[in-house]
């Protein structure tokens, strides 16, 4: 007999329909306003396991809304986790294709991505253990996607949504990370050939490391190290931008080199 399906293990199978359909569904919260942070991420554990089992692999994790004015542009005012799959993953320069990436409501943000040469296990790690852990880093544009209605979202709905992951790319450039001081490092970020947001490394909890840090002994809690090879995206450094077919985008970061991608239909 076939067993019923756990809350959890529900959620987690309506938003990888939605995520195959390309298409919202209501705040989570709206109708299960009890659900914790723990109850989000195993939902988000489902909807994984769900994803590898079509053929994906967990190629990194990620945190996202890190920055002051990414929570206060989203209103959700700490930290979302989620994990980084090969089929999110596009080559520098990418022509990416909304429809084929299965992007719903995308929204563009440049951050800085940490590649790790040896794991790591929260809790009790440190920005300094993440440094010496890191092979390079490069400039990074993450596009967001939210599978909740008009980005109508809670810190439940995201970490439910594997923190609002879409797809990402990474710059060619790999400088190593203590070659310069990260928090101190400026981007710029173009839209169409227009500035369109300007940021410092500080902007992520005072140095993407310590970012980083934060979400290695989160995910430590839950029994999730950091592998070797893995690529940690440490979150947005200026607000996010939102995406349409026949945009492009580039951004530089001082020291770590540029990074760029366009869309179309």
């Not at 590898?52 to 700490?78: C, D, P, W, Y």
């Not at 809790?123 to 880093?137: F, N, S």
């Not at 990402?168 to 928090?183: E, T, W």
Request: one cysteine or more; charged letters at 20%.
């Amino acid at each position: 007999m076939k067993t019923a399906m756990t809350e959890h293990e529900q959620w987690g199978a309506i938003l990888f329909q939605a995520l195959k359909d390309r298409r919202t569904i209501a705040p989570i919260i709206g109708s299960q306003p009890l659900l914790t942070i723990d109850d989000a991420y195993r939902i988000s554990l489902q909807t994984l396991k769900m994803r590898q089992a079509s053929g994906e692999q967990v190629i990194g994790k990620k945190i996202g809304v890190t920055s002051k004015v990414v929570q206060q542009m989203l209103n959700v005012h700490q930290p979302d986790f989620g994990f980084l799959t090969d089929r999110m993953h596009y080559p520098a320069g990418a022509e990416i294709s909304i429809r084929q990436a299965g992007l719903i409501q995308p929204r563009a943000e440049g951050e800085i991505a940490f590649c790790l040469k040896q794991d790591l296990t929260g809790p009790g790690i440190t920005a300094e253990q993440v440094l010496d852990a890191t092979d390079w880093v490069a400039p990074c544009f993450e596009i967001v996607d939210s599978r909740i209605d008009n980005w109508r979202i809670s810190i439940i709905d995201t970490v439910a949504d594997n923190a609002s992951c879409g797809v990402f790319v990474i710059g060619k450039q790999r400088s190593c990370p203590r070659a310069l001081d990260l928090a101190a490092a400026q981007m710029s970020v173009y839209h169409n050939g227009k500035l369109a947001g300007t940021g410092l490394g500080s902007a992520v909890q005072g140095h993407p490391a310590q970012a980083v840090a934060w979400l290695a002994n989160t995910l430590g809690q839950y029994g999730i190290p950091f592998k070797k090879g893995e690529i940690i995206l440490s979150g947005a450094l200026a607000p996010l931008i939102d995406v349409a077919a026949g945009d492009h985008f580039s951004m530089t970061i001082e020291g770590l080199g540029d990074c760029n991608l366009s869309f179309c239909d």
